[in-house]
């Protein structure tokens, strides 16, 4: 058998390469978990006549600004809406464990 002569004989040549291809993976995996994370925090409005009825009243504003902010107050309100009917939904399935 012969013996290895290559660039990566030496201990110290593998250590570097094997901690630069971990910090290489390491930092590509945090990218795309921060990505992942940033598009999963956005809020989205269902697609449904209400909301496309008070979006296109958000449209009809001249400024920008107030566009912007009319549709932030409509997303604002429509999470205010989900968490509120969990919470119903929580309570009421507390109620139909104690009432067992």
Known sequence: MERYYGCLKNLRAR???GAAAFATSA?????????????????????????????AACESRGDDVARR???????????AREAGASQVLTVAARRRGVGR
């Open 69 to 79: 902010n009319c549709v932030r107050r409509l997303v604002a309100n429509a999470q």
């Open 15 to 17: 250590v570097a390469f």
């Open 27 to 55: 930092t590509l995996m945090l990218a795309v978990l921060g990505a992942f994370y940033s598009v999963s925090s956005e809020a989205l409005l269902a697609d449904s006549p209400e909301a496309r009825s008070a979006l």
